[in-house]
């Protein structure tokens, strides 16, 4: 790309996440504010001093340590088991070559596509009969399934074009199916795999819905539904509300900088092929 068609790129790029920084700046702004200050100057003034108490009455109020164990537990538990079972269902359909295997992808593609209202109903019945309403294991065993129909759709697609040869020379040398998958298929896919544990981490911690219906209790909470469920009784300011976004956001960004060159190279990876 010369350079004149290169700087117009950039500048937009420069923008684009000038956009996407800037609410987040003006939310960590505001979160150390005062609400004397931020009422006398308005959101966008920068603070005279470091103000934390609105940081310290929201974590008090809301026991945050404990809804920060249940999410990173829900969503770490999620991640894991889409992953697992993407894989599996992924190496019968893309690479076992399963009779029907157009159908079973439409299939998942489907269950995918549901808008999760319409699961509200039906996952809270069965959760009643099964006797894990109310228990962090319910929305991990939902959200696994959910996850892992987007996981079985994409990997399934990766699989398809593995090449053949190494696997039928992995079986000339005497390795079973599991042996082929955990020693061949499995390293051979970690960029891939590595993507979805991320975007599954993410996509469960933003999750609110389900997590509403499914855990009442306090103590099973999760950081989004104690952010939604704080701020509909109208018992925070303004600096406060600010400053629950800033401590709900922050954990999520930390793990994505932490896996950020996990998911740099899966998505290389998948240029490159």
């Known amino acids: 790309m010369t350079a ?68 990173i537990l829900i969503s770490g538990s999620v991640a ?24 079973v992808l439409a299939f998942f593609v489907l269950a995918n596509m549901l808008p999760q209202e319409a699961l509200v109903y039906p996952v809270y019945y069965l959760s009643k009969q099964a006797g894990l309403y109310d228990t962090r294991l319910s929305v991990i065993i939902v959200f ?8 079985t759709y994409l990997l399934s697609s990766v699989l398809g074009q593995f090449p053949r040869e190494i696997i039928e020379a992995a079986r000339i040398d005497g390795a079973n199916k599991w042996q082929v ?34 855990l009442i209790s306090n103590d ?24 629950a976004a800033l401590l709900g956001v922050l954990p999520a960004i930390v793990f994505f900088l932490v896996f950020q060159r996990t998911l740099t190279r899966g998505i290389a990876v998948g240029a490159v092929k």
């Open 144 to 151: 696994t399934v959910i996850q892992a129909a987007f996981g």
């Open 80 to 103: 894991i088991g889409a992953a697992v079972l993407s894989v599996l269902n992924a190496y019968a359909i893309g690479i076992g070559r399963i009779k029907g295997r157009t159908w």
């Open 4 to 71: 004149l068609r290169r700087y117009p790129v950039l500048l937009a790029l420069v923008i684009a996440a000038l956009f996407m920084v800037l609410p987040f700046g003006i939310v960590a702004i505001n979160a150390v504010k005062s609400p004397a200050e931020y009422s006398a100057h308005g959101p966008l003034s920068l603070p005279k001093g470091l103000y934390l108490d609105g940081l310290k009455d929201f974590w008090q109020r809301v026991d945050f340590g404990q809804k920060l164990v249940n999410s």
């Open 220 to 243: 099973n909470q999760t950081v989004s539904v104690a952010l939604g469920v704080l701020q509909g009784q109208r018992l925070m300011d303004a600096t406060m509300t600010n400053a």
């Open 181 to 214: 998958l955990w020693r061949i298929v499995v390293p051979v896919s970690r960029p891939t795999i590595g993507v979805l544990l991320v975007f599954f981490f993410i996509w469960t911690w933003n999750e609110f819905l389900l997590p509403l219906v499914m």
